[in-house]
């Protein structure tokens, strides 16, 4: 917790993606979630990233389940 876990280097590469690929991030604080969504929008990429708040550990495996590809940053 409190560490960089490669967030913003994956909204750097969304460019280089098919222009389809939408990615999901669940986790971290209010005051993350802002800074990663301003930091989206620097990038011109805010429309495909999408960014929720800390989840309960049931409810987790619904957006897992949602995900073509999935990365954890531990």
């Known amino acids: ?12 590469a969304l460019p280089l993606i098919a222009r389809d690929t ?4 669940v986790g971290g604080t209010e005051q993350e979630i802002r800074e990663y969504e301003k930091f989206a929008q620097t ?11 800390r989840k309960k550990t049931r409810e987790l495996a619904r957006y897992e389940q ?9």
């Open 66 to 74: 949602a995900a073509d590809a999935l990365a954890i940053p531990y």
């Open 1 to 12: 917790m409190g560490m960089e876990k490669g967030i913003a280097l994956m909204i750097r």
């Open 22 to 25: 939408i990615m999901l991030f």
């Open 43 to 53: 990038e011109g990429v805010s429309s495909r990233c999408l960014f929720f708040g």
